[in-house]
């Protein structure tokens, strides 16, 4: 999947990249197909596919996420 436009300078790659180092490949969804259903928060007249989405299962591992993005 290609990604070309990307908030706030966020490079795609890059931010892939050090997910995939702290949490397991199937806790990072990237695949178009993967983040259908995360496209809308109960606004279906709303929708916006996300970059990626991140599914940690551990208190380690949701804290690399928080303190990367905030």
């Given at each position: 999947m290609k990604q070309t436009a990307i908030k706030a300078n966020?490079?795609?790659?890059?931010?892939l990249k050090q997910f995939l180092e702290i949490l397991p490949a199937e806790?990072?969804?990237?695949?178009e197909e993967d983040l259908r259903p995360f496209e809308c928060?109960?606004?279906?007249?709303?929708?916006?596919?996300?970059l990626?989405?991140?599914l940690p299962d551990t208190v380690k591992q949701l804290k690399f996420p928080n303190n990367y993005l905030w």
């Amino acid at each position: 999947m290609k990604q070309t436009a990307i908030k706030a300078n966020i490079n795609f790659q890059q931010l892939l990249k050090q997910f995939l180092e702290i949490l397991p490949a199937e806790a990072v969804l990237y695949q178009e197909e993967d983040l259908r259903p995360f496209e809308c928060d109960g606004l279906a007249a709303y929708r916006q596919l996300p970059l990626l989405v991140v599914l940690p299962d551990t208190v380690k591992q949701l804290k690399f996420p928080n303190n990367y993005l905030w």
